[in-house]
């Protein structure tokens, strides 16, 4: 399960299972968690965070889609 990187208390990754999707990026803090797909960034699915948390996570993943995009295609290719 790599992790790309965190955000304050939010931990980006993804599973290594993952690579027959699209690119897309798991984001956790404490028992919360949510599913983002990075082209475009949208929402998949979430469990745990408000409303108001989800549009802060949306904004923690759109400031490290690049570094996001660039884990899963080294990984993946790798």
Known sequence: MPTVCYDGPYR???????????????VERDRSMA???LDPVVLARSSGFSRSELRIVESVVKK???DVEKAWYEFFAG
């Open 64 to 66: 490290h889609k690049d």
């Open 12 to 26: 980006l990754f993804f599973y290594s299972s993952d690579g027959e999707e699209p690119v897309h990026v798991h």
């Open 35 to 37: 599913k983002f797909w």
